[in-house]
């Protein structure tokens, strides 16, 4: 077994970026893959709390990368996704570089099918380390100009670095009725892939019992509209022919 890393990341914040990361992982899970899902947002973290693991984590990502534990010291199961593994980051302080990143990632390769970094938003210490190492790039944005725009930087950022344009993935996220119009700062959804110029993977519409969910720390319910979307983004990630629904 070795690893296939890929970042989820974003241009600006609140694109619900860690929670498609959790879902994502969630349901690779669900399909018997082993992951691990590293969250690298240091001093911002929700990781924990989506998935169910707060207050069950005694060390975090900068424990880890400063040598204060073991790798697997930190790991920590999920009770809400089975087979989903989590190392959180630090409620404050710490900086991810790509060195001792690196050197985690090819540790815990071995023991997993993927490997998901949830990058900080932007281009900063945590964007650098998670690039550095990723084998695919899942950039999830939300339907606006600002997003989108945000979003064809990182592209044309992991491209200059030398990744692959067709290693880069778009998801765009909370998806609402009204979000394209003829009226609405963009069209359709054609808008945002020649915007950002990147592959389309998958939609996720907005849900109500989504964010319910995630601010209460509960699993999301199998007939949400929101997770059968991330179903489908997993599906898709392990080459199911599944066909895009809006």
């Known amino acids: 077994m070795n690893a296939q890393t890929i970042m989820v990341c974003s241009g600006k914040g609140g694109t619900g970026k860690s929670t498609i990361a959790v879902l994502v992982g969630a349901h690779l899970a669900a399909l018997n893959k082993k992951v691990l899902l590293i969250e690298l947002d240091s001093g911002l973290r929700s990781v924990d709390i989506i998935a169910g693991v707060y207050?069950?984590?005694?060390?975090?990502?900068?424990?880890?990368?400063?040598?204060?534990?073991?790798?697997?010291?930190?790991?920590?199961?999920?009770?809400?996704?089975?087979?989903?593994?989590?190392?959180?980051?630090?409620?404050?302080?710490?900086?991810v570089r790509p060195a001792p990143l690196a050197r985690l990632v090819t540790l815990m390769s071995p023991y997993f099918d993927f490997i998901l970094l949830d990058t900080a938003a932007g281009m900063g210490p945590a964007f650098e380390a998670g690039a550095a190492i990723c084998t695919k790039g899942l950039l999830v944005l939300t339907p606006d100009p600002i997003a989108l725009r945000d979003g064809r930087i990182v592209a044309d950022r992991l491209i200059a670095d030398g990744h692959p344009q067709s290693d880069l993935r778009l998801v765009i996220n909370r998806l609402r009725p009204d979000s394209f119009s003829r009226g609405a700062a963009v069209y359709d959804l054609d808008e945002c892939i020649d915007t950002v110029g990147v592959q389309l993977l998958g939609v996720v519409p907005e849900s109500g019992s989504l964010q319910r969910s995630v601010m209460n720390g509960e699993a999301i319910s199998q007939s949400c509209a929101a997770a059968a979307a991330c179903r489908a983004i997993a599906g898709r990630i392990l080459g199911l022919r599944i066909p895009l629904t809006i």
């Not at 534990?69 to 920590?76: I, L, Q, R, S």
């Open 55 to 95: 207050g069950k984590t005694v060390y975090d990502i900068e424990d880890v990368l400063c040598g204060r534990c073991d790798g697997e010291k930190a790991v920590v199961q999920s009770p809400l996704y089975p087979g989903l593994s989590v190392i959180s980051a630090p409620y404050e302080g710490g900086i």
